[in-house]
């Protein structure tokens, strides 16, 4: 069901941040192309606030804030915001990322915990109080539509959070946002902090309270929700949770907890609740990260009932064991829709109905990949298609290309694999090796031709439907060895404030096949792509950022704001 209710005390904006801190988590960097096409998901999602990056970080997340404001910051579309520190630069940078939408919005933070302020900015409280008033006052010089955070303040002084959110009112702000950073409280002691807010700032009540909750201890929706019970009107959040550390408050719980519970919270959203499923699928399969069977909303169990009883309730009235129809969330269970004897034009239409919107070249490999899939496959559904397009959507560039695989296991057997791939000259390359498996087999073949030490550090096989003939769809995420720490999607270098080893950087693959040993070299070969192709991003992505008007040094310092001390 849609929710469209005009803005009013009833309503609660969400805020997605699954560009800016969910990408911070390791592993989930998106390519801009990816980047792209989960916003114009966000979009269709409608969600209030995306969110798009912080474009101080490097030219590559410049390019990337830019190029989101002009596709999807429209009249119509969602506010497009950027993120930038307590610094004139970071507020520019944000500022001309983010010209081209029609909906701006600039979010500044600066930390107010005793902890941030001696260990990690030197500052007494005095000057973050200065610094916040200065800031604050000139991003809204710039820009109508200004948020402000006061870092960790679950952890600040409560008298003293009053008197920072304060200042950043009488400077201009427009909507405060009070981070968790670090997960720490209770839904109890959340709400608390708002309400005390809410009564205790003089002119908050022109501003919109937002919340910011990590998942440290598991109750970063918990404590969303009693942020909103206790009068906050925005919530910021992540499609399926991902972010920093335990990660982000997830939007699919946020948004059907009010949307389930209406008569309790009294309070709706404009997010439309049937796009939820299809987003969730897009997101895990670019970061790489599988959606948990038993996550909450969009878990393959969500609506999955084993038990006896249960089934013998739900076959008599769903309701009994079924808070929410699967329907509403986009999970229907269609019967066929297309088969082998389809035509493209029968395929284009319905790929246009379900929103999907594929240029000439993606839509022919596509239904390419469909035809194959119907001969192999007795039943195609949804579910199998969107697996097809979401493989498709990966937008990893093919500097290698896998043109053959062939495979031998058995019992009393050593398995062998023999690849060929295509090089980026243009010429073929095959290799044969023995391993462990046949999938160990593969890679192993596979990496003999590419030669780019690396380590597997996460291999996941999911069955995208029922049956003995079931799609499979394999994500892998691996870990270039003597890769640089990871600030950022395009930058080369960390610097942590907090002693903590940085990560080396970790690319995820995805693989959609109806044999499973294809499905796997499909996602190891994506993955590689990506670790080979990262470098070539970042210097198209910095001299578009430049030839579109970024200037100035890539930030040095880090960019994780309400997550932890360091981008991981």
Same mark, same amino acid.
């Given at each position: 069901m849609t929710n469209t209710t005009e803005p009013s005390v009833e309503y609660v904006r969400i805020f997605d941040t699954t560009?800016?801190?969910?990408?911070?988590?390791?592993?989930?960097?998106?390519?801009?192309?990816?980047?792209?096409?989960?916003?114009?998901?966000?979009?269709?999602?409608r969600v209030d606030i995306i969110e798009a990056g912080f474009p101080a970080a490097s030219p590559g997340d410049w390019a990337a804030v830019h190029e989101i404001a002009r596709e999807i910051g429209t009249p119509d579309g969602p506010i497009i915001a950027a993120l930038a520190r307590a610094n004139r630069d970071d507020i520019d940078k944000a500022w001309s990322a983010i010209q081209p939408a029609a909906k701006k919005r600039i979010h500044t933070f600066m930390s107010t915990s005793d902890i941030h302020l001696e260990y990690q900015f030197r500052k007494t409280r005095a000057e973050a109080l200065e610094l916040i008033h200065e800031m604050v006052s000139y991003a809204r010089s710039l820009c109508e539509d200004v948020e402000f955070s006061p870092m960790d303040a679950g952890r600040t002084d409560p008298l003293f959070l009053r008197e920072a959110v304060a200042v950043a009112v009488a400077a201009g702000a427009t909507t405060l946002n009070i981070p968790d950073t670090v997960g720490y409280l209770t839904p109890d002691e959340y709400g608390a902090m708002i309400r005390d807010l809410r009564e205790n700032v003089p002119g908050i009540e022109r501003c919109i309270l937002s919340t910011h909750c990590h998942d440290d201890l598991g109750m970063a929706v918990a404590n969303s929700l009693a942020g909103v019970r206790a009068g906050a009107r925005q919530v910021e959040c992540t499609i399926n949770g991902i972010g920093e550390r335990a990660g982000n408050a997830s939007l699919e719980e946020v948004v059907m907890a009010l949307h389930t519970r209406q008569q309790y919270y009294g309070l709706r959203t404009r997010i439309e609740t049937r796009e939820i499923a299809r987003t969730s699928r897009l997101v895990s399969s670019f970061i790489g990260i599988p959606v948990p069977p038993n996550k909450a909303i969009v878990g393959a169990n969500a609506f999955a009932h084993?038990?006896?009883?249960?089934?013998?309730?739900?076959?008599?009235?769903?309701?009994?064991?079924?808070?929410?129809?699967?329907?509403?969330?986009?999970?229907?269970? =269609?019967?066929?829709?297309?088969?082998?004897?389809? %035509?493209?034009?029968?395929? /284009?239409?319905?790929?246009?109905?379900?929103?999907?919107?594929? =240029?000439?070249?993606?839509?022919?490999? #596509?239904?390419?990949?469909?035809?194959?899939?119907?001969?192999?496959?007795?039943? #195609?559904?949804?579910?199998?298609?969107?697996?097809?397009?979401?493989?498709?959507?990966?937008?990893?560039?093919?500097?290698?290309?896998?043109?053959?695989?062939?495979?031998?296991? %058995?019992?009393?057997?050593?398995?062998?694999?023999?690849? /060929?791939?295509? %090089?980026?000259? %243009?010429?073929?390359?095959?290799?044969?090796?023995?391993?462990?498996?046949?999938?160990?087999?593969?890679?192993?073949?596979?990496?003999?031709?590419?030669?780019?030490?690396n380590e597997l550090i996460e291999f996941s096989i999911n069955a995208i439907t029922e049956g003995l003939d079931a799609v499979a769809e394999v994500t892998v995420r691996i870990r270039e060895q003597g890769s640089p720490a990871r600030l950022n999607e395009s930058s080369s270098t960390a610097i942590s404030l907090t002693g903590r080893r940085p990560t080396q950087q970790i690319f995820s693959g995805y693989g959609v096949h109806t044999d499973t040993i294809v499905a796997a070299a499909q996602a190891y070969m994506a993955a590689l792509n990506k670790m080979l192709a990262a470098r070539q991003e970042r210097i198209k992505a910095e001299a578009m950022a430049y030839s579109a008007g970024y200037s100035g040094e890539t930030s040095s310092l880090p960019v994780d704001i309400f997550g932890g001390s360091t981008l991981g």
């Open positions: 560009l800016r801190d969910g990408e911070q988590a390791p592993g989930c960097t998106m390519t801009l192309e990816e980047k792209l096409e989960v916003a114009r998901q966000l979009a269709r999602l084993e038990s006896g009883i249960h089934q013998d309730g739900v076959l008599k009235y769903r309701q009994t064991y079924e808070i929410m129809s699967a329907e509403t969330v986009g999970l229907e269970s =269609n019967t066929l829709v297309l088969g082998k004897h389809s %035509g493209r034009h029968a395929f /284009r239409k319905y790929l246009e109905e379900k929103g999907y919107k594929l =240029n000439e070249e993606e839509f022919q490999h #596509v239904f390419a990949r469909f035809k194959d899939l119907c001969d192999r496959k007795k039943r #195609v559904d949804d579910r199998d298609i969107e697996a097809l397009i979401a493989g498709e959507m990966q937008h990893t560039p093919e500097l290698y290309k896998l043109d053959h695989v062939q495979y031998a296991s %058995g019992v009393g057997m050593i398995p062998t694999a023999t690849v /060929r791939l295509i %090089g980026p000259d %243009g010429q073929a390359k095959v290799d044969s090796a023995q391993g462990t498996g046949p999938v160990d087999a593969v890679y192993q073949a596979i990496n003999r031709i590419i030669q780019r030490p």
